[in-house]
């Protein structure tokens, strides 16, 4: 007879006992639910993991049902012990050592999920069905199953565990990194020691990002320490950047940007960092959400956010050490149309413009304005504020080829919008030749740009002389 508290060595009989034990339990977190007005979000989260543990019991035991028992489907282990079906990887159909779930409810064995993901797949494997997300939940309930079925078979597992996964992920990493998090919650010495290792691990070390993955708990766990404080300047400055460092760390990794960008305090915790914290601090928070803003979900919720404005405010003060980050931000998050209005509305055009007087980050500056040029309010804006002389001044001085295009391309949009712009390339024309210069010797591009300046000033000149 078992003994209270262990599972059944039968692996179907023990999934069919605890199919069940997960059954009733689910029934007394959904009456919780359904008849206490009080309930706790707590509740909804185990009702949800029971839930997918019942999905995965369930379809586990189906195909160990349905299954052939023929010895070549089995795994032979060391003794001419069988692997049972229900613990074998559905990539691998080897035994378990890391089950994980996914979010299709079913489990797979860590490393080989990992490198199916890794690889750029999004669906379940078994089920084709497309994964909401990539977060892996460890399965603690099969692993407990698996430990104890190998210690009566007499299988030592202890060091199998601990093993080299397709990212380079041990379980003496996973161990050290959940001890960094919990000390994430401590008093502040711990606090900072434990900041600054995981900055260092997760810049050295790309398993350490892919950690964050593993836990939707995690990130807010990172963040807690700047999290409380109404001001972001009173945080100690060690900690917020070690903080905000080790975000754009793991935002690198291209699984985690969808969840870093989704965490609802990630986006108004590097707001907070662009006004307020240390210079390395708001350089690393504009990096952070350069790298976020990849995908185009994230540029809509970054912009939607107000993320503009600060990112806007902090280009405009002119931090040598920040401007690339900023303007490579910027960039990348008005390649959508939404936040080339956002930025007009914030001021962009007359930042860019004070800034392109001083010839400061002129190669980006000029790459965020053409983009812009396709927005009518920022034409507007770059015809007010007087850019033209600026513009053909940077394409006499300039010996960049790229700069050039941008400012002929602008030049001829804002022509396009004002015919009364077409005044200052005629009088450039008459005094240094710019566009006609451009027009014969500059890249195709320019070239074509420069050309159809020239011929649409050259219709207004005729124009002007029939009238």
Not at 6 to 27: A, G, H, Q
Request: net charge positive.
């Amino acid at each position: 007879m078992a003994k209270p508290g262990m599972l059944d060595s039968d692996p179907v009989v023990m999934l069919k006992k605890t199919l069940e034990l997960k059954k009733k339990e689910l029934k007394k977190l959904v009456r919780s639910i359904v008849d206490d007005a009080d309930f706790s979000i707590e509740t909804i989260d185990q009702a949800k993991e029971a839930l997918c543990v019942i999905k995965d019991l369930k379809l586990r035991r189906n195909s160990s049902c349905s299954s052939s028992s023929s010895s070549s489907m089995s795994l032979k282990l060391h003794k001419n012990v069988t692997c049972p079906d229900e613990f074998k990887c559905p990539i691998s159909k080897e035994l378990m050592r890391d089950p994980v779930i996914v979010a299709s409810g079913l489990t797979y064995d860590r490393s080989f999920i990992q490198k199916w993901l890794s690889a750029g797949n999004r669906t379940c494997p078994s089920t084709q069905q497309v994964l909401s997300h990539t977060v892996l939940t460890p399965n603690r309930l099969i692993r407990q199953m698996i430990e104890q079925w190998s210690k009566k078979q007499g299988i030592e597992l202890s060091n199998s565990f601990n093993y080299l996964n397709e990212e380079g992920i041990t379980e003496a990493d996973r161990d050290q990194f959940l001890c960094l998090l919990k000390k994430m919650s401590s008093a502040l010495p711990d606090q900072k020691a434990a900041a600054k290792e995981l900055r260092l691990l997760t810049k050295k070390h790309p398993c350490f990002r892919v950690l964050f993955c593993d836990s939707v708990d995690a990130i807010p766990q990172l963040l807690k320490p700047i999290c409380g404080s109404d001001s972001f300047s009173s945080i100690h400055p060690d900690l917020q950047e070690d903080v905000i460092t080790t975000l754009l760390n793991i935002s690198i990794h291209d699984n985690n940007k969808k969840l870093v960008a989704e965490t609802p305090m990630v986006i108004p915790i590097l707001m907070k960092a662009l006004r307020t914290g240390t210079i390395e601090t708001r350089s690393n928070a504009a990096a952070a959400l350069f790298t976020l803003s990849a995908l185009d979900s994230n540029k809509e919720l970054i912009g939607k956010s107000g993320a503009l404005k600060p990112l806007i405010d902090l280009l405009e003060e002119g931090h040598p050490s920040a401007m690339k980050d900023v303007a490579s931000a910027i960039f990348t998050l008005c390649v959508i149309q939404e936040n080339k209005a956002r930025a007009v509305k914030d001021g962009i055009v007359r930042v860019i413009l004070s800034k392109m007087k001083d010839r400061i980050h002129i190669d980006e500056l000029l790459a965020i304005l053409a983009l812009l040029s396709s927005h009518h309010r920022a034409i507007e804006d770059i015809g007010e504020l007087g850019a033209v002389p600026s513009l053909l001044s940077i394409i006499r001085e300039s010996s960049c080829e790229r700069n050039k295009e941008n400012c002929v391309a602008i030049l001829q949009t804002v022509c396009l919008y004002d015919r009364s712009k077409l005044k200052d390339i005629k009088e450039e024309e008459k005094n240094h030749r710019t566009i006609s210069e451009l027009a014969q010797n500059g890249t195709s591009r320019a070239k074509r740009k420069a050309s159809g300046i020239l011929e649409r000033l050259n219709r207004v000149v005729n124009i002007t002389h029939t009238a």
